[in-house]
């Protein structure tokens, strides 16, 4: 009710949304929830960049943001008390892994305008564990510092992990005797229960599932009990619905849909039931660990099209736009991901050029276009891809729809 109505008071384009339809008033239970309109990452986009904010940017203290659909990113604002409300969550998070002031937390998400990294930095710290801001890359040195700073807990992404443990077996780092690592907290991305156990294995330590959104907060949505029967939702903050996605109807718990969160408490930047477009299974049945907060299950996909490659959201259509703005690209391409063994994963663009510059073929001309398209889709997509340039005809046509994307990862 209050936040429905602090909305109509302050933002333009819930005011509009909202309409004369429904009040305050007429939210009388959770089951009201049903009468509100979603919110879709469409109107985030539509009102970029602050205009879904509800506060004076004077009263903002943190921007974050996320790879949007255009190039243009998906933007999360913070004030003072989002800030605080973060950091409890956050402290949360890295509690149900059982961190305390006595841990030494290897954070090594990536730190800048993703939420990831500041979001354990904060929680970690608020419970007082010794932080190691990290951040990602630098492999080896990542290596050496959690032998020699003697690391408890480590959270990154859960193929960066695999890729720390990969470099350390290289480097012929014996992990299970050198190492201390005794939790690792893992999302920002899909991951199988075969990821989990190779993770445990390899770096000899309990891997814990966390989910969140840019949309919402970020990190500090959901996490893993020591159950590990689905990750915990901070629903006192943070409503989850499930809905059926082709006719947006609530759905019973126990069934699979898409996921949709109101944020009830956050001030810059609330949503009201904001489609997320991942699918999953919420559960509220009593967990052995006492809590008594709903539980969703491991993202089971998308109900759209986006790609998380190394962590970074990857639209799809973003790539077609940036192929098809660059002069001697034609409109024939193919996107390939896959996941080497315990590597990163590798982003593949393979497009036709003109075929001009193959009658006869111009390798220096090819060479310089090569570089073009990979320099246009790295400064676009925020992540590198590797661009192989085609002859004429050479992408298999379709009779339907075209197979546009070709993703070999088993998530
Ligand atoms: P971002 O706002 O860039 O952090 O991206 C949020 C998106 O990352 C979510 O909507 C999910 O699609 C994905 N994501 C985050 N955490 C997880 C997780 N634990 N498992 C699967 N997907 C995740
Ligand atoms: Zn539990």
Known sequence: QKLVERLKATSQFYKKKLGDKVGAADIKSLDDLKRLPFTEKGDLRDNYPFGMFTVPLEDVVRIHASSGTTGKPTVGGYTRADVELWTEVMARTVSSAGVTKKDVVHNAYGHGLFTGGMGFHVGADRVGATVIPISGGLTRRQVMLIEDFGATVITCTPSYALVIAEEAMEMGVDIKKRWKLRAGIFGA???????????????????????????????????????????????????????????????????????????????????????????????????????????????????????????????????????????????????????????????????????????????????????????????????????????????????????????KREL
């Not at 109101?262 to 999953?280: F, G, L, Q, S």
């Open 189 to 407: 991305e899909p991951w199988t229960e075969k990821m989990r156990r190779e993770l445990e294995n390899k770096l000899n330590l309990e891997a814990f599932d966390i989910y969140g959104l840019t949309e919402v907060i970020g990190p500090g949505v959901a996490v893993e009990c020591s159950e590990h029967n689905g990750m915990h939702i901070n629903e006192d903050h943070f409503l989850a619905e499930i809905i059926d996605p082709d006719t947006g109807e609530r759905l019973p718990y126990g069934s699979e849909g898409e996921l949709v969160f109101t944020t009830i408490t956050k001030e810059a930047m609330p949503v009201i039931r904001y489609r997320t477009r991942d699918r999953t299974i919420l559960h509220n049945e009593p967990c052995k660990c006492g809590r008594t907060n709903v539980r969703m299950e491991k993202i089971m996909g998308r109900t759209d099209d986006m790609l998380i490659v190394r962590g970074v959201n990857v639209f799809p259509q973003l790539i077609e736009k940036t192929l098809l703005s660059i002069e001697d690209i034609e409109p024939h391409y193919q996107i390939v991901i896959d996941r080497p063994k315990d590597q990163l994963d590798t982003l593949e663009v393979w497009v036709e050029a003109s075929p001009k510059l193959f009658q006869p073929i111009d390798t220096r001309r090819l060479d310089e276009l090569q570089k073009r398209v990979a320099h246009e889709l790295a400064q676009t997509l925020g992540v590198s891809a590797e661009v192989k340039l085609m002859g004429p005809k050479s992408i298999q046509r379709s009779e339907g729809k075209a197979r546009r994307v070709v993703d």
